[in-house]
């Protein structure tokens, strides 16, 4: 109860919630839905090639991992569920924690975020995060066959110009 009234005040001021959540190191994206305020808590993002190298990571909050292994096993993952099934994984999930994950034929976009939170407000996130990498990086292929992974760290940057408090 407390956090949502501190939620609701600094919704009013978008430069104190983004302090206010600094300090927590973790981010909350906040989102009205029908009078409703909705928290999702993302604690790591992830965007992973196809071939199971993380080209960029934002840690947030509790994952410890390193995230070359979290790329490995969610590829890995991946190539088994379309081998088998057909489909992409979106989403999997234990008692408090899950993976949200959005795949195309270049990447695999991925949160490490609290098991409580809203898949749809997951999922639409993940959308405008890939569209936003796409239009930073439109020629991912040429940009990685170069081998320098360092230009997608300023990612960083454009990423918080997206993920904003509303």
């Known amino acids: 109860m407390a956090l949502k009234k501190l939620l609701v005040f600094a919704e009013r001021i978008p430069s104190l919630m983004r302090i206010l959540i600094r300090g927590f190191y973790i981010y ?4 009205k839905n029908k009078s409703k305020l909705v928290v999702n ?6 965007i992973i090639k196809k071939n199971g190298i993380c080209l960029f990571h934002k ?4 994952l410890e ?16 569920s379309n081998a088998v099934i057909g489909e992409e994984i979106k989403i999997i999930a234990t008692n408090n924690f899950k993976f949200n994950s959005l795949a195309d034929d270049k990447c695999i976009f991925v949160t490490f975020n609290d098991n409580s939170d809203r898949n749809e ?14 239009q930073k ?12 992974l360092k230009c997608y ?13 509303n």
């Open 153 to 165: 760290e300023n990612f960083g940057a454009d990423l918080e110009n997206l993920i904003k408090i």
């Open 121 to 134: 407000g997951i999922q639409q996130m993940l959308e405008n995060i890939k569209d936003l990498f796409y």
């Open 59 to 62: 840690k947030y909050g509790s």
């Open 41 to 46: 808590v993302i604690h790591n993002l992830y």
């Open 137 to 148: 990086f439109p020629q991912i292929e040429q940009q990685y066959k170069s081998g320098n």
């Open 65 to 80: 991992e390193d995230p070359q292994s979290i790329a490995g096993l969610l590829t890995a993952l991946s190539m088994f």
């Open 28 to 31: 909350f994206f906040v989102k």
